[in-house]
């Protein structure tokens, strides 16, 4: 039995079937193409997208983005899971066109509300009050209207969520940027905004994510090299999780409008 499975994975159907099951189910190479989640992750990062995260995705053949199988249960996964958490970095298919992959992060769920004041963002989760008080810090809840809640809830602990100074009123920029009014999440959907908040291109304009198109979760870099051809060798073989919350990875020489 085992020279049988040692014969067929160096067959060149085994390799084409191991290969394509990888990227199907468990890990697809991706790199980071703009400037939208710096410096958290940066152009020329080179990594792994963890398929599993969230479910399975119904499997799609690589750069063609022809589905294998039908979307049998019409939520876009093979295996139902549940969904991205507020905070986590995702990677989704864009609703706009969904062949077009976007890495952004989950800054509210289904039930949530938020809005924008000032570049501020401010969240109130649909748990209410009492898990605001236990799950965030004082000085960053505020009430209005009765209600509380949490300005720049991100910010806390993700130091690579930066806003650019140059960036102001007086300039040709859209409104988005600067003011929202509150909006609610629908019910299995996302509200995905880039870290690098005055260059992305994100749900404050074209709207929430369904679970449908959440693809995975940045797993790990294997490759990261600047503008210039430099390998970036602090960041190789460094997993996302770890890294977002330091801010020794956090590149503050990386300019924003890149």
């Known amino acids: 039995m085992l020279k049988k499975i040692h014969n067929f994975s160096n067959s060149w159907t085994g390799t084409i079937i191991i ?33 599993f995260a969230y479910g399975i995705p119904t499997p799609h053949i690589p750069w ?14 093979l295996v139902e899971g549940e969904g991205p958490k507020r ?8 609703p706009v066109d ?19 004041q000032d570049k501020e963002l401010h969240l109130r989760p649909h748990e209410g009050d009492e898990y ?3 799950n965030y810090p004082k000085t960053n809840i505020i009430t209005i209207n009765g209600e509380l809640w949490v300005k720049s809830p991100y910010k806390i602990d993700h130091p690579g969520i930066q806003n650019d100074i140059d ?48 693809e995975g979760a940045p797993w790990f870099i294997y490759f990261s090299w600047n503008k210039n051809y430099e390998i970036r060798w602090d960041r190789l073989g460094k997993f996302i999780d770890d890294m977002q919350h330091e801010e020794k990875f956090i590149n503050m020489n990386e300019s924003l409008s890149q």
């Open 132 to 134: 605001i008080k236990a």
């Open 64 to 77: 063609f983005e022809i589905p294998v199988l039908p979307d049998f249960h019409g939520n876009g996964h």
């Open 87 to 94: 905070g986590d970095i995702v990677v989704f298919r864009y």
């Open 19 to 51: 290969v394509l099951f990888i990227i199907f189910f468990i890990a697809q190479a991706f790199v980071i193409p703009s400037g939208s989640m710096k410096r958290t992750l940066l152009v020329g990062d080179h990594l792994f997208v963890k398929k």
């Open 98 to 116: 969904p062949k077009t992959h976007f890495v952004k992060r989950c800054i509210a769920v289904g039930g949530d509300k938020i809005y924008i």
């Open 167 to 214: 960036i102001t009123k007086e300039g040709p920029h859209p409104e988005q940027i600067f003011y929202m009014p509150t909006t609610q999440i629908p019910e299995n959907e996302y509200f995905m905004m880039g870290d690098n908040r005055d260059h992305s291109n994100d749900s404050r304009f074209w709207g929430t994510v369904p679970y449908k198109y959440i």
